[in-house]
């Protein structure tokens, strides 16, 4: 079904803000960059500008937001069984993380480019901090919604969090090995809980 023409014309002025705020990036650096400048290139007002994104720090996450709520959608809409414990949650959240990871990673450059800004600023580094709690949350409210207890959705989103965290820095954030990393930090922590069941 096509949007309605206000709606398509919204999302076109919020694409043409992330692009010029991608390119400005590239051109200057973070810090040389204003609100004002990104407003300009994308050829939108300010208001504008502040009707998509809170500040120029939440640009640099836009895509990766829009790409978390697509994947977290479609798996809350999935018929996955409720998950018997822990062991099981966690399989479960292996499939979204690794979905999540394999789309970040399709286009390679920019997702270097993309956590090349976020190592050189503090603030980039403290909003993707909130933003991986907030994944992490998001994971958590899958499992809920497939019937988990809230403490086994929430033991398990935190260690897929973690799983998808060793993985980025076992490699220093390489993008072309994140998914394969990512598959084997999680069967290591499933092996660590069949041990345990011995």
């Not at 640009?59 to 709520?69: G, N, S, T």
């Not at 220093?172 to 922590?189: C, H, I, M, Y």
Request: some cysteine; glycine content about 4%.
């Amino acid at each position: 079904m096509r949007l309605p023409l206000v709606e398509r014309k919204r999302l076109q002025a919020r694409e043409r803000v992330v692009r010029a705020a991608e390119e400005l990036f590239a051109e200057r650096g973070f810090d040389a960059v204003s609100v004002a400048d990104i407003a300009d290139r994308a050829e939108v007002g300010r208001t504008t500008f502040f009707r998509h994104f809170g500040d120029k720090q939440e640009v640099v996450f836009a895509r990766q937001h829009e790409l978390v709520a697509t994947i977290a959608s479609a798996h809350e809409q999935s018929a996955a069984s409720v998950p018997s414990g822990p062991a099981e949650a966690i399989a479960q959240l292996r499939d979204v993380v690794l979905a999540l990871c394999a789309q970040v990673t399709k286009d390679p450059d920019s997702y270097t480019r993309h956590y090349a800004f976020i190592a050189q600023n503090a603030e980039l580094r403290a909003r993707d901090a909130v933003k991986m709690q907030d994944l992490a949350n998001l994971l958590s409210k899958i499992l809920t919604r497939r019937g988990a207890d809230e403490r086994t959705a929430l033991f398990a989103s935190q260690v897929a969090l973690a799983c998808y965290q060793i993985a980025k820095a076992r490699r220093g954030n390489e993008p072309r090995s994140l998914v394969a990393e990512t598959r084997e930090a999680f069967q290591e922590v499933l092996a660590l809980g069949s041990h345990h069941g011995d």
